[in-house]
């Protein structure tokens, strides 16, 4: 009831009645406060599991365009150069002057002759590591194949 309805309980003809006022239970205050923790702290689990998906999205993309950028400076090497077990792949430095790249990714290439491909064709894998904010360890490769000749010229002939 209002103050003005207990009023006007008083004034008429009815017996005097207590007002009370309404207010909230121990356990109600207590219910409350455990659903607004467990929304804030759900809230806080689904924010942190979105910030990791979107790290790792952006690193995914980092890293396939590293990699990418190096398979487009093979394409332009001799058959020697890209041979060469002593060559070392490097990050290009429109990479480096982003400090979220800088450091924190590597890049390493490994080849290795096709079989009966006469000596003809080249198996190129690179990989791309980094560490994700939460400190795990992430790696994404890419192959791809490298003909003496051309890769046309490396599946058409018979060994």
Known sequence: MNRTACLVARSGPRPLRRCR???FTLIEVIMAVIVLAFAITTS???LQRAFLNLDSARNLEIASRIMQCQLEKERVLTWSQVSDPSYRP???ASFLGNPAVAGRFALSRTTSLV???G???LQITLTTSWRTYDGRTVQRSYTTYYGRNGLYAAFTRRS
């Open 44 to 46: 806080i689990t689904t």
């Open 115 to 117: 079989p009966n491909r």
């Open 21 to 23: 006022r309404r207010a």
């Open 119 to 121: 000596g003809q064709l």
């Open 90 to 92: 490097t990050i290009d």
